[in-house]
């Protein structure tokens, strides 16, 4: 039996000023109980940068304005920080967990992919006011770093009830089928397998490799296009009500893929390299 599959999973959990239970809710569904979880706040330098800079000004709730002062920046982020940690912490203690928790500093989807690299899954919440700072660019960098696993949890892992998978080619989808299944079971969400291209005609292989299982229910559905059309990815997302879309991240236009299912779907994002 390989380490990896007698060990603890070691998940990496991005917090910022928003609450952490949503986030840390899909990472204890993704890694299970048992999983190790460091919490991770980065300081984002664009800040300090942009304080240093003599055009940068503070805006006083009394009316007018100040320089913006780079020892001001450092504390505001010294006390968000000890306020991330704080509400974390509570956050695992309810839930019997005691998580590490540790201060970055640099860009930050440079960071989160360097204190990542040996762990199991990267888990960011992508919605809310804490998190301006996940621009286009940002996402697109974290999509290229080699991750086993990448989730991006947003709102409609909230208000959906399904969990997709998404095959275009059975040869490489028995990771992402696994973490479907998983999450799915452990949430007890119904699994969809969306079979798309080549993958519609292993429809017999699919069916045999998904008998047995007595949970999650599965039910196959079929996607007409002869590639994967984030369009109509996007469209049967909404369609069958979906929280997650599991996609294996093997794929040379997943950083494609990955940003325009973003703009056209709610659903929460799981890429699984396999």
Known sequence: MSERT??????????????????????????????????????????????????????????????????????????????????????????????????????????????????????????GAGRPLWDRLAIRELLRAPLRTLLLAREGWASGGTIMVVIDDPDRASQALAAARRLAAASGSALDVLLVGPARRDRARLEALLAGAERPAVTLVEVGAAVLDPVALARAARSRDVRLLVIPAGRVDVEDLACELLARAPSALLLVRD
Not at 9 to 34: C, F, I, K, Q, T
Not at 105 to 122: I, T
């Open 6 to 127: 007698t060990r603890s999973r070691r998940l990496v959990v991005a917090l910022d000023a928003s609450p952490p239970e949503p986030v840390l809710e899909l990472a204890l569904l993704a890694g299970g109980p048992a999983a190790e979880l460091l919490g991770v706040f980065v300081e984002d330098v664009r800040l300090l940068e942009h304080a240093r800079s003599q055009l940068a000004r503070e805006v006083l709730l009394a009316g007018g304005e100040r320089p913006l002062e780079l020892a001001a920046v450092e504390r505001q982020l010294q006390a968000q920080s000890a306020r991330v940690r704080r509400l974390f912490e509570a956050a695992a203690a309810r839930r019997g967990i005691t998580p590490t928790f540790e201060i970055a500093r640099g860009h930050l989807a440079a960071e989160l992919a360097r204190l990542a690299a040996e762990a199991d899954a990267l888990v960011v919440a992508l919605a």
